[in-house]
């Protein structure tokens, strides 16, 4: 046993010597364990992630990579199992936050109520939820694929491709007003719109977020009152 060990969970390499690595896996994580064994019968090198307990009581992400040296004299018998255990519990953790974070992400945006798309940096429409084909009056498959300036009316395209233009070039991150949207049936639905251009970590873009509200018939309302 290394010095590593400390670090790892926080034993004394002492501690450690003749005791059974099934103590320190949590209980949860046995089956990969055993599935990592069952591997081995038949290959020389296994890994595997699971949660071993630190010494304090916190469980940690490790990857555990262990080479089977065998007698081959005695028919393949194991002789020595060497494993090699590295800390993985940020790396870890994070992939598990990002994956919580995209589940949390794809529920928002399939059951919002109002009208969500995500759209291509030249227009075209990637994906759509069931609010935005209930505004339009539109099946997914119809949106998914055209522009979003084919929904617009043809009055309110200009504004939208400067708009569009400028958060592309970075002088502005969101734009946000109303415009006027094509409903299938040939009828003009008001929508509050604000759209957000998505970037990835180097700072190129990756799509538009535009959400879209039904607000027809608050204008409506409106011009009767004017």
């Given at each position: ?110 059951e919002g109520a109002a009208g969500m798309a ?109």
């Open positions: 046993v290394s010095q590593a060990s400390r670090a790892v969970l926080g034993y004394h390499p002492e501690e450690l010597i003749g005791r059974s690595g099934d103590d320190f896996v949590l209980v949860e994580d046995i089956p990969v364990i055993l599935a990592m064994r069952n591997r081995a019968r038949e290959a020389d090198d296994v890994s595997a992630t699971f949660r071993m307990v630190r010494r304090d009581g916190h469980p940690i992400w490790v990857e555990a990579k262990l080479h089977i040296v065998r007698d081959a004299a005695a028919a393949g018998v194991v002789v020595e199992t060497h494993a090699i255990i590295r800390d993985v519990h940020e790396r870890v953790e994070a992939q598990r936050a990002l994956v919580e974070a995209e589940e949390r992400f794809r529920t928002a945006f399939e995500i759209v291509a940096p030249d227009g075209r429409i990637l994906r759509v939820n069931r609010a935005l084909c209930a505004v339009t009056g539109h099946q997914p498959t119809e949106l998914e694929g055209r522009t979003m300036l084919s929904l617009l009316h043809p009055d309110d395209r200009p504004q939208h491709d400067e708009e569009s233009d400028r958060m592309l070039s970075g002088q502005i991150a969101t734009a946000r007003g109303e415009r006027r949207y094509l409903h299938d049936d040939g009828h003009v639905v008001w929508v509050s719109v604000s759209t957000t251009l998505v970037r990835d970590a180097g700072g190129a873009p990756l799509h538009f977020l535009t959400q879209a509200q039904d607000v027809t018939e608050r204008r409506r309302y409106e011009a009767e009152l004017r």
